[in-house]
């Protein structure tokens, strides 16, 4: 401890800098984001240094961000944020300290930390609110459509006097009846935190935290289902366009929101640019709203120029109200309200909004899509950021040359404002920061200018908006951004349903589909593709990609039309190349797979030149002029007969393994496209009619994929030039040293595709929690943290199994063969069994009126080399969802071994795990 203390005749000495030594120059608010990165045992060891240090390293919002970073599930709160630390790490016996007072020091103030101590332990029940200047009212549906739906805020009464919630959502009757159950919690924290209801209200009655926890629960519905019985959407919000969608399938959309005084929601605008209504059943709310791009003082938005995911950095709730707020002259002030229960606040799409609980609040809220956001939410989903940046921060979120044309117009004085630099990465547009030491006069002008810029200029208009797309970035090619509310996958299932389902509004789902998936650009190519090679024009129903696939498909009347785009050109090459020469060799051979896969009408080229498209058939042969100028294929494969075939492709995908995502996505941008014409089949797929099919039905689906897998496995590889792929092995020169390769050994008696595929495995292992992580919540983390349990370390030893032949050649004890690697329940087609005729299938009786039956394995453009076993994976996982009797009927059909030879000197019964077929499948 310091020996700071009282000179005499000087008064309280300052016992900072001795204290600190060195750490002095730091101010208080860098030194306390500094110790959130140190571990509770590093702490307690600092807080002993000096006395400065025991403050600060005592601090509860410093154990507050240390603990929510550490919890993620359910948890309990111990009466302190330090308490509830040792708790999760299992300490708070060997640190407890039950006779011993905190320690008091005089000399030292920080006024960071006083101005920190006030906002966690200020009420709010005197805080002076007038009723606002948000409208009040009762409102009609018409009214409502006509004058505010996508326009402006309103408060509405009288929505929820028939909800029985009016009268049973208070505190003490929901812990009576919910309080075992665990809601959702929200705050900045990376991990998901959930509490037993009873828990919460137990820290809501004793926390004084600055920004408390507060219910955030979208699942409510499913954990407490009798809360939705309580109350009823209000007419006025009742038609959601995202209704189409399954329940699995569609963003959350529904929150039950409970949190004390201090809590609230800090500036946002809600995901997708969808709207909201906001009940509210008990205590009182104070909202902020900003309309479209007018970003609020104190607040960063960052617009990542890869996806155009958009991430905002504000301060809290409460640190707005308390520090910036005053700042603000009287027309850059926000538009205001406090909420009272049962009133229903309505927030238009684009808006932002801010929230602070002046006591403890009990509310229910709604996201929706209707024909007035539905444009807006389709321009949120396109690809590229600049737009994205443009409907958060409006016209500040341009760069200067993009800005000065609309600043020539609007404004005279150009130069008072002042642009933030446009990085490679990310868009950063700030407007002031959230420091304590703040230029007030600064802060003011560059608000008022700002604000201006705003009124005369920007315009939440989607016609404005959409000139701001990225027009060379295209739906299915491009990053998708991680903030998406949906996927790509269910955005594409979304517009189809709604263009099915919705006829009458056809229109405007064009227009947002020609935002979200460039369907314009598409369906102009499709006609091209149609004129050339005599095709029926699509009608009406046929204008939408249908599907969920990365790839662009119309079906006709007795045609489907596909075109590559996914990856960008090469990786459409390759796959389209080796479909090709799958597509040949089963022709050659006589397999009777064939008679299962759609029969190829036509492929060919695409591109756009001189301000139109043309068109030049091709059949994987050969090099096309158009594609010759790419120089995209290798010297070694360029006078093969199939110059993208199957060998070319494994050698670009181990390339491709080395490119970033930037460098890939800009490979993406070509406007040269492959496409290929089959034969429709008739009936659904597999997806369609999982739900509907028997369970003789699934049994026979069994059979049929294991009789084709067999099929498909026993087709002969295509003939490998070794030489030619030894010397395209070398031009992939996958470095050894850099790149984490160094550990893994050459081998040069190994064959050339098993020591590539070897290497990159060793590379790819370096970083697999990393990649895992950016999957999300598919995998848990606790799998996540044993998955190099499931990984060798040595690959050629325990994954090769490498012999001599008679020759003395070295061997491989695995069998390369065909493999379609991705048998998933949208590429499996299946017909009304009236239309196969009665009898056997497969071994299975198909006699049964309604009954649907397998015909067809549709899209080969994943087509590899490879473990047959790799086939099994995804049919198991998604169209037999774990069923393991579906599986048993597969591989009987299969008539097994299905790893020949995998066995080779070995008995069944090795005790050795990596000598297991499900250990080489996981």
């Not at 920080?110 to 409102?139: P, Q």
């Not at 990085?423 to 920061?433: A, G, L, P, Y």
């Not at 030149?609 to 360029?638: F, M, Q, R, T």
């Not at 090769?800 to 390369?816: F, G, I, M, Q, R």
Request: aromatic share 10%; net charge negative; hydrophobic share 35%.
């Amino acid at each position: 401890m310091d020996n700071s203390d009282k000179s005499p005749g000087l008064g309280i000495r300052d016992r900072r800098a001795d204290a600190l030594g060195d750490l002095k120059a730091l101010p208080d608010e860098i030194l306390c984001a500094i110790l959130e990165f140190l571990s509770p045992r590093d702490l307690a060891r600092l807080a002993c240094v000096s006395s400065v240090m025991y403050i600060l390293c005592n601090e509860e919002p410093l154990w507050m961000g240390i603990s929510l970073k550490r919890v993620n599930g359910s948890f309990q709160y111990k009466g302190s944020w330090k308490k509830t630390m040792l708790h999760l790490e299992h300490l708070l016996g060997e640190y407890e300290e039950p006779f011993r007072k905190s320690l008091c020091f005089d000399g030292f103030n920080s006024l960071f930390l006083y101005r920190r101590f006030y906002r966690c332990h200020t009420t709010l029940d005197t805080f002076s609110f007038d009723d606002g200047n948000v409208e009040k009212k009762e409102i009609s549906l018409e009214d409502f459509s006509l004058n505010y739906d996508g326009k402006k805020p309103v408060l509405l009464t009288g929505l929820a006097d028939t909800w029985s919630a009016r009268n049973t959502w208070t505190i003490d009757q929901l812990v009576t009846k919910y309080g075992d159950i665990a809601f959702k919690i929200s705050q900045r924290s990376p991990g998901k935190m959930k509490m037993k209801f009873k828990d919460y209200v137990s820290y809501m009655n004793i926390q004084h935290d600055e920004d408390p926890l507060y219910v955030f629960d979208d699942k409510f519905g499913e954990v407490a289902p009798d809360l939705l019985k309580d109350y009823s959407v209000p007419l006025l919000f009742q038609e959601d366009l995202f209704d189409v969608l399954d329940r699995d399938n569609r963003p959350p959309f529904r929150w039950l929101i409970i949190g004390p005084e201090r809590s609230g929601a800090s500036w946002h605008v809600d995901p997708a640019l969808t709207s909201a209504w906001n009940t509210l059943l008990c205590g009182r709310k104070r909202w902020a709203l900003y309309p479209p791009g007018r970003v609020p003082l104190g607040v960063t938005v960052n617009v990542n120029d890869e996806d155009g995911d958009v991430h905002v950095e504000t301060p809290s709730s409460l640190q707005w109200w308390l520090d910036f707020y005053p700042l603000l002259p009287d027309e850059d002030k926000p538009i205001e309200r406090t909420q009272l229960p049962g009133e229903t606040i309505f927030v238009p799409s684009g808006w932002w909004h801010c929230v602070l609980n002046l006591e403890t609040t009990i509310a229910v809220t709604q996201n929706f899509v209707n024909p007035k956001n539905f444009e807006f939410v389709c321009l949120d989903m396109a690809p590229g950021y600049r737009h994205k940046g443009v409907v958060r921060a409006g016209l500040l979120a341009l760069d200067g040359d993009s800005l000065e044309d609309i600043e020539r117009d609007t404004l005279s004085d150009k130069n008072s404002l002042s642009y933030p630099d446009l990085t490679r990465k990310e868009k950063r547009v700030r407007i002031h920061e959230t420091g304590e030491n703040q230029n007030h006069e600064g802060t003011d002008r560059v608000s008022s200018k700002s604000y201006d810029l705003w009124k005369h200029g920007f315009s939440y208009d989607i016609d404005f908006l959409s000139t701001f797309l990225d027009r060379e970035r295209d739906h299915y090619s491009s990053p998708w951004s991680s903030g998406n509310c949906i996927g790509q996958r269910e955005m594409r299932q979304w517009l189809s349903k709604l263009w099915i389902a919705k006829p009458a509004m056809r229109e405007l789902i064009w227009k947002g589909a020609c935002l979200a998936l460039h369907a314009d650009k598409w369906l102009e190519c499709l006609t091209k593709i149609c004129a050339f090679h005599n095709l029926p024009f699509p009608c009406d129903d046929e204008r939408l990609p249908v599907g969920t696939g990365s790839n662009p498909v119309y079906l006709l009347a007795d045609c489907a039309v596909k075109i590559f785009v996914e990856g960008g050109l090469e990786t459409a090459l390759y796959g389209l190349g080796a479909e090709l020469e799958f597509y040949e060799l089963l022709c050659e051979v006589s397999s009777p797979l064939k008679n299962h896969i759609p029969d190829v009408l036509a492929s060919g080229i695409i591109f756009f030149e001189n301000e139109s498209y043309h068109i030049v058939p091709w059949d994987g042969k050969g090099l096309p002029c158009v594609i010759a100028k790419c120089n995209l294929v290798s010297d070694a494969w360029v006078d093969s007969e199939f110059p993208f075939n199957v060998w070319s492709k494994k050698l670009f995908e181990y390339r491709r393994c080395r490119i970033s995502t930037s460098e890939s996505a800009s490979s993406a941008n070509s406007r040269i496209c492959p496409y290929i014409i089959t034969k429709r089949c008739k009936g659904k797929i597999f997806a369609q009619l999982r739900d509907t099919l028997s369970l003789e039905d699934a049994l026979n689906l069994a059979s049929f994929l294991g009789e084709q897998l067999h099929n498909l496995h026993l087709l002969p590889c295509p003939p490998l030039n070794n030489l030619n792929f030894l010397d395209g092995v070398h031009k992939v020169n996958l470095p050894l040293v850099s790149d984490c390769l160094e550990d893994v050994p050459h081998k040069p008696n190994v064959p050339a595709e098993w020591e590539i595929f070897v290497r990159v495995l060793g590379r790819r292992k370096k970083d697999v929690k990393s990649r895992l992580n950016m999957w999300g919540d598919p995998i848990p983390n606790t799998l996540i943290e044993k998955v190099d349990e499931y990984i060798p370390n040595d690959f050629f030893a325990n994954l090769l199994d490498l012999y001599e032949d008679a020759d003395c050649l070295t061997k491989v004890n695995k069998p390369w063969s065909w493999i379609h690697s991705d048998i998933m329940d949208d590429n499996v087609h299946m017909e009304p069994s009236n239309l196969i005729g009665d009898g056997s299938i497969n071994g299975y009786a198909v006699h049964k009126k309604g009954s649907w039956s397998p015909s067809h394995i549709l899209d080969f453009s994943d087509l590899s080399i490879g473990d047959p076993i790799y086939d099994l994976i995804p049919i198991y996982l998604d169209i037999f969802r774990g069923d393991s009797h579906l599986l048993k009927q597969l591989l009987e059909s299969y008539k097994l071994p299905l790893v020949r030879g995998m066995l080779r000197g070995k008995t069944v019964e090795s005790s050795n795990e990596l000598d297991r077929i499900s250990y080489r499948a996981m």
